[in-house]
């Protein structure tokens, strides 16, 4: 049996945009709530994880995050926008070295179920 890999992008939750940010971390949150399979979830949410809408998701997926908070992984303001989350299994993942973009590598290593 495998597992589910999800890659998010939602809209900055500013200004107009807010509310879309808000109701597609919702409705993807309670997509992923619903997996039987173990699932991983990576992307830029374009928002710290001291966001409301990023603690509503982290609790609704009912998983956990493996970027350490602060860990700045995108550098035109050094803030912690990227994310990795995980339900079901195990893994690590940590940030690299700066490259040509304005985000930072994320390695993730699957560990186990």
Do not use: C
Not at 35 to 54: A, H, I, K, R, T
Not at 67 to 82: A, E
């Amino acid at each position: 049996m495998g597992w589910l890999y999800y890659i998010l992008h939602p809209p900055p939750p500013i200004g107009e945009l807010a509310t879309e940010n808000h109701q597609y971390l919702a409705q993807v949150a309670k997509r992923i709530a619903q997996e039987s399979l173990p699932v991983m979830v990576v992307g830029d949410f374009n928002q710290s994880p001291y966001s409301p809408s990023y603690f509503r998701f982290k609790r609704d997926i009912q998983g956990k995050t493996l970027l350490v908070n602060g860990l700045p992984t995108w550098k035109p303001f050094y803030l912690h926008i990227d994310h990795v989350f995980v339900k079901g299994l195990s893994a690590q993942a940590k940030g690299l070295d700066w490259l040509h973009s304005d985000h930072r590598p994320i390695k993730i290593v699957y560990l186990s179920k």
